[in-house]
């Protein structure tokens, strides 16, 4: 669509009232001054945007599938593919209105000639999910300035940038934890490791008979061997309102950030068939589709890892509580009935503790910007359920306020570490998997 407006309208007015006053009055000056605009509304009737001028725009994203928090080089070529030289042309890429421009400008001013092409190169944060590019809009003036022509360009190439929480191969692919599949317990019954001997009784199976006894001793008795329990592994992403907090502009908040890891790792958990539960608290009715369980708790069992519908709905809802709040990093925000938000959706531990199967091992993400989560912890270690630590790191800057934050959360890694959980500190300058390998030997079992 092409939006064209003409600007000499009003010097011809008023060549027209001058014209006209001074043929009634009979006055010279009149028609002398009525040179002044006429000159105008000639040099705009002669400068006018070529009726035939043509655009042409492309546009490449960099990255294919950028893991949330990375900048993507987006770059936007224009060219003049009319017979007429444009000596101003005024470019605008349509950025998704989600995502933050942090370098560069997705605008540009330029003249071109005939089959001449011009270049505009910005980068963006990507977040989770897939966001459109809207078309480019180019305005065209004149060298007079005279008129002005607006319409929009359809690119080609890229329209739309995918923040992809996995990937084909990922480096994490055939980890597994340290009691993936089955526990042994000290219960006796059927297994591989030996537990104990006791006497035989009526119905024991024929091959748990110790046969080298009854040849020694006479004795008739039965082996027993070490019971196992299947282990399901619960992944606990902590989207409280004090973890919806961003480093810096555009960046994906701590919640984000705790839900991105998460996919990650269950991603690598489905792919070593490791059976794998996933729950976020802090999370309300309106951010899940299908609302919370009657214990107020997000709780999925997906078949299928990420893929599942089940494990999208859930990470879906910490983007939008995320994308609705926003916290500042004491979590002094408060909704509109005046109670704390951290108070009206942080679910109490006992409710969490009572959903987890008792031979779970548990991973928590949380950016640990308040004490509740070191008390899911503390209570997790105190009932002996292993229990992993990853913790994006959201304190940047060097103001006061961010030190004071950044001391906290200090405080509280020492804390978790002296519970005897396995803690990973994620630095965000380095990707989450690396992090993870950092603590493989004691995370992971090949």
């Known amino acids: 669509m092409t939006d ?10 008023g060549t027209v009232t001058l014209l006209s006053v001074g043929l009634l009055a009979a006055e010279p000056a009149l028609f002398a ?41 987006v770059t936007l070529t224009v060219e003049n593919t009319g017979r007429r030289t444009l000596t101003d042309v005024r470019i605008v890429d349509g950025v998704p209105a989600e ?26 944060r990507s977040k989770r999910g897939t966001y459109a590019f809207e078309d480019p809009v180019v305005r065209i003036r004149p060298l007079a300035a005279t008129e002005i022509a607006t319409a929009t360009v359809a690119a080609t190439g890229d329209t739309a940038l995918t923040c992809a929480n996995v990937v084909a191969e990922a480096p994490l692919a055939d980890a597994t934890l340290p009691r993936a599949g089955t526990l042994p317990t000290d219960s006796g019954g059927s297994g591989l490791e030996f537990h104990a001997t006791r006497d035989y009784q009526s119905g024991d199976p024929v091959s748990r008979i110790d046969w080298r006894r009854l040849a020694k001793t006479g004795e008739l008795t039965t082996v027993e061997y070490r019971e196992e329990q299947a282990v399901r592994t619960v992944l606990v992403v902590d989207a409280r309102p004090p973890t919806r ?14 839900a991105y890891a998460a996919e990650r790792l269950l991603d690598a958990l489905s792919r070593s ?40 709905r859930l990470f879906d809802g910490v983007q939008s509580a995320a994308a609705r709040d926003s916290v500042a990093p004491d979590g002094g925000a408060t909704h509109e009935e005046g109670e704390p938000a951290s108070e009206r959706t942080t679910p109490d531990v006992e409710t969490l503790l009572a959903r987890l199967p008792p031979t779970a091992q548990v ?48 405080l509280r890694l020492q804390s ?13 300058d380095e990707p989450i998997d690396i992090a993870m390998r950092a603590s493989l030997a004691e995370l992971f079992n090949r």
């Open 4 to 13: 064209r407006v003409r600007r000499w309208g009003v010097p011809l007015a």
């Open 33 to 73: 001054g009525a040179a002044i605009p006429l000159a105008s509304v000639l040099v705009g009737s002669l400068s006018r945007v070529p009726s035939g001028a043509t655009l042409d725009a492309d546009r490449t994203v960099a990255a294919a599938a950028p893991t949330p928090g990375d900048p993507v080089d």
């Open 99 to 124: 995502l933050t421009v942090v370098s560069g400008s997705p605008r540009a001013c330029r003249s071109l000639r005939p089959g001449e092409s011009t270049t505009v190169e910005y980068a963006v």
């Open 245 to 258: 907090v961003t480093p810096e502009a555009g960046y994906p908040t701590g919640a984000e950030l705790s």
């Open 273 to 312: 068939s490791v059976v794998a539960s996933v729950t976020a608290v802090g999370l309300a009715d309106e951010d899940l589709v299908g609302g919370l369980g009657p214990d107020g708790l997000a709780w999925t069992d997906p078949d299928g890892g990420v893929e599942s519908p089940q494990a999208s």
């Open 363 to 410: 991973v928590v993400f949380s950016p640990l910007l308040d004490d509740w989560p070191t008390e899911l912890i503390t209570s997790l270690r105190a009932r002996s359920y292993p229990t992993t630590v990853v913790s994006p790191d959201v304190t940047r800057g060097e103001g006061a306020a961010e030190t004071v934050v950044a001391l906290e959360r200090r």
């Open 416 to 428: 978790v570490e002296l519970t005897g959980a396995t803690l990973i500190d994620w630095d965000l």
